[in-house]
Every structure is written in structure tokens, then in C-alpha cells.
T-cell receptor
Framework: KAGVTQTPRYLIKTRGQQVTLSCSPISGHRSVSWYQQTPGQGLQFLFE???????NKGNFPGRFSGRQFSNSRSEMNVSTLELGDSALYLCASSSGQGKDTQYFGPGTRLTVL | EDQVTQSPEALRLQEGESSSLNCSYT??????LFWYRQDPGKGPEFLFTLYSAGEEKEKERLKATLTKKESFLHITAPKPEDSATYLC?????????????FGEGTQLTVNP
């Protein structure tokens, strides 16, 4: 089975812009979770989508949003970018049921100038 | 509040020198404890899941164990290619979904 894919892999934006990141989960997985990883804060949970519905959300401002499509692919959007949004954004997919395991993609490295 | 603490923050070993990494957790109820390995600039790679105290799992030079308060990742006769950051994460009972709470990680360096 193909693994989790994320696009783009690298992105450079300026403050105030918005950005959309994409994640394609492992075939058959219905849950997609997003995490932000920074040197100071480690891996922080953003939100999870299951069957096109957000079912869990972390403590991030409303500038961070996401959605999931009927084929389980997910997008994450960050509006009005701030310097502190520079991070590695990781997507993880899982079955979303029972004792499931999350498998991570390679991440999107976002740099905000 | 759910909390995961990993120690040490960094560990340097000589090739062949066995050691253990620690992950202690404080949660209302543990659904599962996960170990991942992460190489620089890459996404975490899944290693093990442990569900109940007393459970152990092994893979090559790695062995993970679980008690009611902590988990250990034992590395036997490590090689330079085992150098990476090792992350511990928990899923908590009573929370919907697959959300993971991560520790800060242990950065392992194995010198030849």
C-alpha cells in the first residue's frame, strides 16, 4: 500500500498571506489528523477529520482550519500567516476506529517571512 | 491535563552500548501508548503500540515495555543507523477520535 502523501513538501510565504496544505491518506483509512511540529513546542495536535466531519480539535486559533473530502483526502488552511506559523506540518492517517495506529506523512515545511 | 514526559532529552552512545529511553505519562485513562522514530526533516515512523501494563514488543534491536506509569524503549547493541529522535505518544480513554499527545522526544546519537 502507498503511504501517506503530503503536498507541497516545502512552502515559503510572507506574513499576512494564506496557505493550503494537502494530505492523501493510506487507501482505506477514513481518519486524517494534522499536527504542527516546532523546535520549541514539539508535536502539537491541530485537528482530526473522520468521514468528512471534524471530530477533535486542538488549542489553535481559528486561523487554522481544515476539511476532508469524500475520498478521505484532507486539506488544511492557515489564513493571515504569522512568523510563528513557521513549522513542519504533519498529516497522519488511520482507520479511525478501535485501537488504531496513526501513520505519518513526510510533512510540509512552511516558512513564513 | 494529560502529560507525557520523555527522558533523557539527548543521549549519546557508542556503537554496541545498550541503553534505555523513558516515557512517563499522566493521563485519566490510557487507551494506547505509541513509539515513533523520526529522522531529521521527515515524518515520524511508527515503531510500536502498547495497550496494557506488562505488555512488551520487540523489533530488531528495539524492545518496548509498558507499566501503569511509564514505558521504556530498550536499545540493544545499537548501530549508527539507529541515530534518530524517538517520540512517545499516548491516546487517552474517553476522548473521541485518534488524537495523540506527544512527549518532547529523546534525540539519540550512536557513534561508530
Amino acid at each position: 500500500k502507498a503511504g501517506v502523501t503530503q503536498t507541497p513538501r516545502y512552502l515559503i510565504k510572507t506574513r499576512g498571506q494564506q496557505v493550503t496544505l494537502s494530505c492523501s491518506p493510506i487507501s482505506g483509512h477514513r481518519s486524517v489528523s494534522w499536527y504542527q511540529q516546532t523546535p520549541g513546542q514539539g508535536l502539537q495536535f491541530l485537528f482530526e477529520y473522520f468521514s468528512e466531519t471534524q471530530r477533535n480539535k486542538g488549542n489553535f486559533p481559528g486561523r487554522f482550519s481544515g476539511r476532508q473530502f469524500s475520498n478521505s483526502r484532507s486539506e488544511m488552511n492557515v489564513s493571515t500567516l504569522e512568523l510563528g506559523d513557521s513549522a513542519l506540518y504533519l498529516c497522519a492517517s488511520s482507520s479511525g476506529q478501535g485501537k488504531d495506529t496513526q501513520y505519518f506523512g513526510p510533512g510540509t515545511r512552511l516558512t513564513v517571512l | 491535563e494529560d502529560q507525557v514526559t520523555q527522558s533523557p532529552e539527548a543521549l549519546r552512545l557508542q556503537e554496541g552500548e545498550s541503553s534505555s529511553l523513558n516515557c512517563s505519562y499522566t493521563v485519566s485513562g490510557l487507551r494506547g501508548l505509541f513509539w515513533y522514530r523520526q529522522d531529521p526533516g521527515k515524518g515520524p515512523e511508527f515503531l510500536f503500540t502498547l495497550y496494557s501494563a506488562g505488555e512488551e514488543k520487540e523489533k530488531e534491536r528495539l524492545k518496548a515495555t509498558l507499566t501503569k506509569k511509564e514505558s521504556f524503549l530498550h536499545i540493544t547493541a545499537p548501530k549508527p543507523e539507529d541515530s534518530a529522535t524517538y517520540l512517545c505518544a499516548v491516546q487517552v480513554e474517553g476522548t473521541s477520535g485518534s488524537r495523540l499527545t506527544f512527549g518532547e522526544g529523546t534525540q539519540l546519537t550512536v557513534n561508530p
